[in-house]
């Protein structure tokens, strides 16, 4: 039951991303992603990343966390068993050279 549970978390936080992907990613500068990616070098919470970029629309900053997310340059663990929040910790993927 408990494999269940954690997988309708995961699966309710991944159905929650794409619309805000799909609606706002032509928004998104280019050198927010990368901006981003230089500060979740550790862990950091949806919030602070907010924060950190609070000069730009919050909503296109959580559009690149999302996308990030989506494509393989940031980590969440925590979404696998909790629900997707402003307190979601987020970092940067190990990159392979």
Do not use: Y
């Not at 500068?29 to 981003?36: E, K, N, T, V």
């Not at 996308?67 to 909790?82: E, F, I, K, N, Y």
């Amino acid at each position: 039951m408990a494999d269940l549970a954690a997988a309708r978390v995961w699966i309710d936080n991944w159905q929650r991303m794409p619309p805000c992907i799909v609606a706002n990613w032509s928004l998104v500068s280019s050198s927010l992603p990368r901006a981003i990616k230089c500060f979740l070098a550790q862990p950091r919470k949806l919030l602070e990343i907010e924060r950190e970029f609070s000069s730009g629309d919050p909503v296109l900053v959580r559009t690149a966390v999302f996308g990030m997310l989506h494509a393989g340059r940031l980590s969440a663990p925590d979404l696998h068993t909790q629900a997707l929040s402003l307190l979601t910790s987020f970092i940067a993927a190990e990159t392979k050279t």
